[in-house]
């Protein structure tokens, strides 16, 4: 399995069209990293654990990856870095030959 993890060091968040660009073209097995941390309180605008447009980005990002999942695209795991922290990743599984991902179905 290839991981991709694009989080950069400044933990600045995958933008939802580079996760998209990603899953168009990934093969069975690959992964990526879309979001590291501690989802469901990174998620929250009550929390500070990021700005209010980096949390909106994550949270789109995040979103996509749940949407394509519940298609049947990816499989979605976490694993555990440490204490409150995790690496979430999109892994993609086998497509059927003749249901091609396109990008209405990655924008659905």
């Known amino acids: ?17 580079d996760f998209c660009a990603w899953a ?25 654990t990021m700005d209010r447009e980096a949390r909106l980005t994550m ?12 298609q049947g695209l990816f499989h979605l795991v976490q694993r555990r870095l ?3 922290r995790f690496s979430y990743l999109a892994v993609a599984r086998r497509r059927p030959a003749h249901a091609p991902v396109t990008f209405a179905t990655l924008f659905a």
């Open 24 to 48: 168009a073209q990934a093969e069975p097995g690959d992964a990526l990293e879309y979001h590291q941390g501690f989802l469901v309180v990174d998620r929250s605008p009550l929390t500070e």
């Open 82 to 84: 440490g204490p409150d």
């Open 1 to 17: 399995m290839t991981i991709h993890s694009p989080i950069l060091p400044d933990e600045t968040p995958l933008r939802e069209t």
């Open 59 to 70: 949270v789109a990002t995040c979103d996509r990856a749940l949407c394509l999942a519940e």
